[in-house]
Structure formats: structure tokens, C-alpha cells
Nanobody, 117 residues
Framework: QVQLVESGGGLVRPGGSLRLSCAAS????????MGWYRQAPGKQRELVAG???????NYADCVQGRFTISRDNAKNTVNLQMNNLKPEDTAVYYC???????????WGQGTQVTVSS
């Protein structure tokens, strides 16, 4: 079965950087879109950034210019480089993967990002 393993969260001071990674495994099917979402306490889960198999990207307005999403199709991984982090970026971050030949969304277990001085 599909498995998504995330890593890279942690505690960082405002203005600092973190890099999140997510590795997908467990199926032979090719991946269509990959993305990162986040959910802060008391708020709905929201899209942070997405990337297609062709490399097209989209970002939430609030992270544009600070975050960069990338993927390695050969390794089935997606990364999120987060720079100039702000306290309002504090949330649990989840990766999501959609496959060409599988229905539904596949989610990672989530990784905590805390931005605090």
C-alpha cells in the first residue's frame, strides 16, 4: 500500500529556514501531483504549495517568495524549502500525493513546524 514518510519539521526562530521532505513508496504507479498542506490549531487545512509531474508549481499567497517546492520524480520525493519563516507559519505540515492510476488523495502523517523566538 501507499506510504508517505515526512521529515524535517522542528522548532526554528523567526527568519530562520527549514526543509521538509516527503518520500512516497508502496506502489508501481506514477505520481501525478504532489503538494504540501498545513493545519494550524483551530484552523482548516490549507494548501501551501503544489507541483505537477511536469514541474509546474503553485503557492499560497502568504508563502510566495519565501517557500520553494521541488520534486524528484525518480525518487518519488517532494521537498519544501521554507525560508524567512514567520510565527504564523506554525502548523502541522502534511504532504499529499495523487497518482495517475489510483483514486483518491494520499496523505503523510504530518510533521510539526514551530516558529517562535
Amino acid at each position: 500500500q501507499v506510504q508517505l514518510v515526512e521529515s524535517g519539521g522542528g522548532l526554528v526562530r523567526p527568519g530562520g529556514s527549514l526543509r521538509l521532505s516527503c518520500a512516497a513508496s508502496g506502489t508501481i504507479f506514477s505520481i501525478d501531483t504532489m503538494g504540501w498542506y498545513r493545519q494550524a490549531p483551530g484552523k482548516q487545512r490549507e494548501l501551501v504549495a503544489g507541483i505537477t509531474s511536469g514541474g509546474s508549481t503553485n503557492y499560497a499567497d502568504c508563502v510566495q517568495g519565501r517557500f520553494t517546492i521541488s520534486r524528484d520524480n525518480a525518487k518519488n520525493t517532494v521537498n519544501l524549502q521554507m525560508n524567512n519563516l514567520k510565527p504564523e507559519d506554525t502548523a502541522v505540515y502534511y504532504c499529499k500525493v495523487n497518482y495517475y492510476s489510483l483514486r483518491g488523495d494520499y496523505w503523510g502523517q504530518g510533521t510539526q513546524v514551530t516558529v517562535s523566538s
